[in-house]
């Protein structure tokens, strides 16, 4: 093995302690699950120590496994860091964006603009994260979050994608079973479909001041498609944002409940560790992201708000 080759083995078994697989390595790295095996074992016989005790379904690293593990982590990374700071040298985009954000908004909004930015932009790849979990950006080496706010204090950059209503919602057929409720304290009457995301009590901005109704239900979702689902199909009352509800509040399929009655707006932000927008690509990423969701930014008053400032350091 030369030193070339035992430094590409010595990344690959970072990835596989990084993984926690040797399946989810190759899928990665684009290689054949026997390839990643040959190459660890072809490593622990250049050392002469085992790195990983096998199972057939897992692995554990031993004592040497785990200290070795550091090293080439960190040539990973900085391999991975190199490459990065040679890319932000390019004018054009060009190279790997890794981005996150929740299973709904992004199947919903997210995946058809990397869509058409892939079409403008084809020396760029995408690595995208679906995930309600929130993920460690700087931890992970994922360039761009999206995730809805308010935004707890981090070292991360951020900037407001766009804002929108939250509603209360129900389905036709839970209507005609159940009825509509007629005022804010009828709510905590009614069956919910409750969202992880959404506190138990809602806080309502109504014509005789600020309401905190306590709501509950026998459905309980952590993913916002689900929750749609379970709203579609008469489970429960719901909050949802407006944006995705529109045409079906339009022809008649979904009910606005009590509309005259306002809940806290739901904001969108682009999140990032400082310093990345350096790079020509995820700054390209960025504005288009900004152009593209800033014609669903609506606010209280029904015009078009955003942040179009993006933090450069």
């Known amino acids: 093995m030369s030193a070339l080759d035992e430094v590409r083995a010595m990344m690959i078994f970072a990835r596989v302690v990084d993984e926690g697989g040797f399946s989810a390595a190759a899928r990665k790295m684009g290689l054949s699950r026997a390839a990643i095996s040959h190459q660890i074992r072809q490593l622990e016989t250049r050392l002469g120590v085992p790195l990983l005790r096998r199972s057939t379904r897992s692995f554990s690293l031993t004592d040497a496994g785990a200290r070795y593990y550091d090293s080439c982590r960190t040539i990973s990374l900085e391999a991975e860091a190199a490459r990065k700071r040679v890319e932000e040298l390019r004018d054009d985009p060009v190279g790997k964006i890794s981005l996150t954000c929740s299973v709904h908004l992004g199947t919903l909004r997210i ?11 084809p020396g760029v790849s995408i690595d995208v ?4 979990e929130v993920v460690d950006l700087i931890g992970r080496g994922i360039d761009i979050a999206v995730r809805s706010g308010p935004l707890k204090n981090s070292e991360l950059k951020n900037f407001k994608l766009y804002q929108t209503h939250r509603i209360i919602a129900a389905s036709q057929s839970y209507v005609s079973k159940f009825g509509l409720p007629e005022s804010p304290d009828d709510l905590s009457e009614h069956e919910w479909v409750m969202y992880s995301r959404v506190p138990e009590t809602l806080t309502l901005q109504c014509a005789d001041g600020t309401r905190n109704i306590r709501v509950s239900g026998s459905v309980r979702v952590d993913n ?9 199909g008469g489970h429960g009352l719901a909050v949802v944002p407006l944006c995705d509800v529109q045409q079906e509040i339009d022809n008649g399929d979904l009910i606005r409940v009590l509309p005259d009655c306002k809940l806290p707006d739901l904001e969108i932000y682009a999140v990032y560790p400082g310093g990345v927008t350096r790079s020509a690509k995820v700054q390209s990423l960025l504005d288009y992201m900004r152009r593209e969701m800033r014609e669903i930014d609506i606010s209280r008053n029904g015009q078009v708000q955003g942040d179009s400032h993006i933090d450069h350091s």
């Not at 995946?111 to 932009?121: C, K, W």
């Not at 994260?129 to 309600?132: A, I, Y």
């Not at 916002?224 to 579609?232: D, G, N, P, S």
Request: aromatic share 12%.
């Open 111 to 121: 995946v058809p603009i990397l869509d058409r930015f892939r079409q403008t932009y």
């Open 224 to 232: 916002a498609t689900a929750r749609l689902q379970f709203l579609r």
């Open 129 to 132: 994260h679906l995930s309600d």
